[in-house]
């Protein structure tokens, strides 16, 4: 399906590594038709904060700890990117502004100007993405 680099959303990553998320066998099925055809599997610092923190929160410390030992995509082909201080404050001028609509995260944001930035398409199951991916130039997948 893919075959350019992907970001992965915190939204896919906590359906794809809790079993118990009610879109957990779609993210395992998403994975075997977008990530084995994808360039580089990307990640940032603030997508690792947002889904550890919400796996934390469902299955406690102990089974974030499992979660992330056992998962492959984790281990290895999952390249983490850190927010440099530019887009850092980019991503902030815009946040603040009035016209963003309530549902885009400060994360989702700087996820968005990332993919316009690295030419990537994103892998999310928050539809909001589909406004972001038309208004910054990237694909959202599923």
């Not at 979660?67 to 927010?83: C, H, P, T």
Request: proline share 1%; net charge negative.
């Amino acid at each position: 399906m893919a075959s350019k680099g992907l970001l992965l959303d915190s939204s896919f990553l906590v359906a794809f590594l809790y079993q118990d998320d009610p879109l957990h066998a779609r993210a395992q099925e998403v994975a075997m038709q977008c990530l084995v055809n994808a360039e580089a599997i990307y990640t940032t610092n603030l997508i690792f904060i947002e889904y550890a923190t919400v796996l934390a929160m469902r299955v406690g410390r102990k089974g974030l700890q499992e979660a992330l030992n056992k998962d492959a995509l984790l281990q290895g082909g999952l390249e983490e990117l850190f927010v440099t201080e530019e887009l850092y404050n980019e991503v902030r001028r815009l946040y603040l502004r009035q016209d963003l609509h309530k549902d885009i995260s400060f994360v989702d944001l700087s996820s968005a100007l990332l993919a316009k930035k690295m030419s990537l398409d994103i892998l999310s199951f928050d539809k909001h993405f589909k406004v972001l991916g038309q208004k910054y130039g990237f694909k959202v997948l599923p």
